[in-house]
């Protein structure tokens, strides 16, 4: 029931529902065309573009302790974006995954550095993670308070928030927690702050794992799951439902913010043992596009994690033999970022042209 | 000299898919005239209207301004012919002022604000308005923000003003003051359709009426031979027999008391006026009324949506005691041990998940049983299924989102869900609309089930016959208040008709 | 207090950046667009920038450069750069639907990526270093006003002995200003940001308003990043220390309540605040918690507004909602 005017030469329709084969035709098409595209700064610098794709997947999974390396840069990144999916799914745009991330790490780096040492050491690992957890599930919590109180702009928000726990991180690093006056470095924890290695990485890829075990149950298996998904569909249908939307918007978001702390944790604890402001690194952000392009699936947000962990690391390594600037693989990964969203529209809707068009009129 | 007639439309036709909106309509409007436009819901005013500014095209007929045959293929060219049309939901940019909504999307217009302000002025005091220029539209009342709409069409020159139930959201002196206006403007030899429910203001303030129903064209009177009586018959027509099964239940008990209910809406519109009545047990109560006389307002206030502002809701349990509703969540209803079921108008934004299937939908009601963290999926998946037999569901499976599923399947999940607790309350808004009669059937079939089951139903409607033959008594609002409750044994279509157009009920005797 | 106002007055460089950042943003949210690539749109910004300067020396040859044009080509690269990003914003987001937020998100990621590699291959192309000579940095951070200005003692430090780019600043947020409110066009921007049922029921042309808004709004954006590069960091790349600006400029968006003129003041706040460690020490209150502040005083402006529910301070209505007639 659009106006009507003259039909236009391209009309677009919304799909009905797509082919889950040809679905995923188009999305595969689109980081090929991505990689493609990507290419061109590789060729500027004079490489080969496929022999630089193929160092930097020798140079991410070739060998164990590039795959180690890989799986290091992925943990943090699955584990926010495991975070975000529920607010996603409550249509809630908590793009404050960073902060959460930095204000967790600086929960577990406070206990970290008062009891390490002084306590067993799986205790303190263990009291790391929950005060990683609480700080991260506050930061989480603000927005989602202020939201269900008064209607606050959660994306502007949680933004701010990002900033101020880095503020803080900053302020720690350098000042309370620096070591050596003038360094700006904030000294290595006692080694029985140390995640435990299981296969020769640091456990927290099997929490990672454990925690798209237990996302993809809440989202889909509790109650818990249940009422966000309502909400996110229709608030109205939610309140019909007798659900009380402030209050389940608030938990989701100290359980989202509670993830991301944890995400903090184990970069602390298992990867950089040290704290630094920088220690989301960008995560927290990406982590976000991971979330949104996995439709918020918890066991696709392994397959777009580890696609994005092989480019920056296959680049660092590609930087290393054939000198391209690492900054490829962020053009890359926005490159890819762009076009995975742009597919999504060819996937929703049809484009009608209009001789097409037409003819549908007269059958 | 101009015509004195502006406007002509001749065997106007218009068609949705397989809907016929308009057929063979001819209307005259004249200059220097109010015309009332009149019909029930879904009689095709506002489709024939938006033809005329430029929304829809006819898919037959003519349309001819001062004997020329004119094609209106946009709201702009709309306006390049002089017609302008006040929708019911206004076009304003809420953080602008008056003159800087005026002169919105004006292409040969200069941004001179302080000669778009004179100009306002001048056309204000013209037709008498009382309009602020540089007043921001979020600093104004309904009324005010439609008399922006109305200046904001005369300001593009708009011979023919078209008004789409403008006195729906205004108060009675606020209906005064835009009559009086109207007046000035007919006296300015300007046409104006008006499109309205209400007898009492059509017979105050139109030269002439003319009536559709059901997409067809009935005629025109002169308002002067016109009374309340013949329009009525004129717009509701005869009864048509149709055979709705009534069976009589035989010891109906009262059990929900309504009494002084009065809800408020955000911008201060009493939605419901002090409303009194009582439903009981084996019966179906009908709730009539022009669409937005506060059936929505009153079914989400029984069930705890709708935030009240005075008045009482008491539930009668089966040893007689009473429980008050009014001040409880929909939840907590629940927790006493309150059993209803509802049926809101907006399946899709209200009563059902549009992206889940039927099993999840089913879950709506179920999901916080239990103590354990997990949702039970036993239950409602046992419920989707006997739904999708019981009730013919056309669906692959139960996980198939609702939301692609056509209107008819639709409306069975959620009338399925309802009923399946037999709960001793069940409301039910516009549980037909856009239904085909064998759909339409089955869900009469389902609420007398549930009378006899010894619920107490009620059933908001908008086609009177329904109305008639379904129902045991029937409420009707007019305007947010109770103008009647009437026996549909008894009552006559024409009565209730009346009753729906008459404000205030101070036409209503019936009870 | 002396220091205070060397302070105001030294924050006048940072401030220029910030506002041009700033800006930028505002136009572009005016059309409903919620661009987050402002990062990596500065970021472009002050590469493309500098590299403009660079190359256009290299061609006419550093005794035949000009610090004028060398600003105009500065400025036109910087621009350009920006406002391609804008447009590959409006395209994903306008035509293809994408969600804001994530394509904002993507810009930032793609952005820095792209600055960060041209600043790389140019370094490794030029022997190690990317700048300009010595006479055209002097161009760049040149303070015009005389001499008896600057020395009117607060004011003339604060307002006089500033670079160009400060005034070309005010002078285009007062430009944004009576754009907005004083032109038809920007009467028809704001409503498409507002209410695009409104604005395309009036007729219109909302994709045309979005994408030149966004285009316009990430040029000028750009434009910060290279005032950035090219005066405070003295003319050379360093890539680490544009970190941060474009988020700071979105936050000084909502601080400003999308009000360009605010933008003057509140680039002068922020960028005081954000060297105040450098001037003032209060004791008790460490320095970094100085940067925090920013961030902080933008939230509680956040807060409260939408607490007072005070309309004229909202973001635009549609902001970060996508528009499709069909779901009208």
Known sequence: ?363 | MQNKCAIELKNIRKTFGPVVANDEINLQINRGEILCLLGENGSGKTTLMNMLSGIYQPDGGEIYKDDQQIAIKSPKDAYDYGIGMIHQHYHLVDVFTAAQNIILGLENEKMDINAVNDKVKAICDKYGFNVDPKKKIYDMSVSQKQTIEIVKVLYRGAEILILDEPTAVLTPQETDKLFAVLRNMKKDNKAIILITHKLAEVLDVSDKVAILRKGRYIGTVNTKEATAQSLTDMMVGHSVKLNIDRPVYPNPQDKLQISGLTVVDNDGVRKLDNVTFTAKTGEILGVAGIAGSGQKELLEAITGLYPIKEGSIKFIRDDGAQEELVGKTPMQIRQVGVGMGFVPEDRLGMGLVGSMGMTSNMMLRSWKSGKSIFFNKKNPEELANKVWKDLEVVTPSTEFPVRRMSGGNIQKVLVGREIASNPPVLLTAYAVRGLDINTSYAIYNLLTEQKMNGSAVMYVGEELDVLLELCDRIVVLCGGQVSGIVDARTTTKEEIGLLMTSVGGKEATNE | MNSLFALIAAAGTYATVLMFGTMGEILTEKSGNLNLGVEGIMYMGGILGLVAANRYEAIVGEANSIGFVAILVAILGAFAAGALAGLLFSFITVTLRANQNVTGLAMTTFGTGVAKFVGEIMRTKLNGYVSVSNHLKEAFSFKFMPDFLKNIPIIGPIFFNQVHFFYMGIILAVVIHLFLTKTKTGLYLRAVGESPVTADAAGINITAYKYIATAVGGGISAIGGMVFTMTTAGCVWIEASLSGIGWLSVALVIFCTWKPMNSIWGSMLFGSLMIMYLWIIIPGIPTEIYKILPYVVTLVVLIISSIRNNKDKQPPASLGVNYFREER
Request: aromatic fraction near 10%; glycine fraction near 10%.
């Open chain 1, 1 to 363: 029931m659009s106006d009507v005017k003259k039909t236009p030469l391209i009309r677009l329709a919304k799909r009905d529902a797509m082919d889950p084969k040809y679905a995923m035709l188009i999305r595969i098409g689109s980081i090929l065309l991505a990689l493609i595209i990507g290419s061109i700064p590789i060729i500027l610098t004079g490489v080969n573009p496929f022999k630089a794709y193929g160092v930097i997947i020798k140079g991410s999974l070739s060998n164990s302790i590039y795959l180690k390396q890989t799986i290091k840069i992925a943990i943090p990144l699955l584990v926010c974006s495991l975070a975000i999916g529920p607010c996603f799914k409550m249509k809630f745009w908590n793009i404050g995954a960073e902060g959460q991330l930095t204000f967790g790490a600086i929960c577990s780096a406070f206990v970290a550095i008062n009891l390490g040492g002084k306590i067993p050491s799986l205790l303190c690992i263990l009291l790391m993670a929950i005060a990683g957890a609480l700080g991260g599930g506050l930061w989480g919590f603000l927005p989602g308070l202020f939201k269900a109180k008064f209607n606050t702009n959660e994306t502007l928000f949680t933004l701010m928030m990002n900033y101020i726990a880095i503020g803080l991180g900053a302020w720690l690093q350098g000042g309370p927690w620096e070591g050596r006056k003038g360094t700006q470095i904030v000294p290595m924890f006692d080694k029985s702050t140390y995640l435990p290695e299981v296969f020769g990485v640091q456990c927290g890829w099997i929490v990672a794992l454990l925690l798209v075990v237990f996302m993809h149950i809440y989202m889909n298996y509790t109650k818990h799951g249940y009422e966000v998904a309502v909400i996110g569909d229709s608030e109205n249908t939610a309140r019909y439902a007798g659900m009380n939307v402030g209050w389940i918007m608030m938990r989701t978001m100290i359980l989202s913010g509670a993830i991301c702390g944890i995400a903090g944790f184990l970069v602390l604890a298992g990867a950089n043992h040290t704290f630094t402001k920088t220690i989301a690194n960008g995560v927290g952000f990406t982590a976000i596009t991971v979330s949104w392009l996995s439709q918020l699936n918890a066991f696709v947000m392994i397959a777009i994690t580890a696609l994005l962990a092989v480019i920056s690391k296959g680049s660092s390594t590609l930087n290393k033999q054939l000198q391209v600037p690492t900054a490829v693989s962020e053009i890359v990964s926005g490159v890819l970022l762009f076009c995975m969203l742009s597919s999504e529209f060819f996937i929703n809707y049809k484009i009608i042209f209009r001789s097409k068009a037409d003819k549908e009129v007269k059958a």
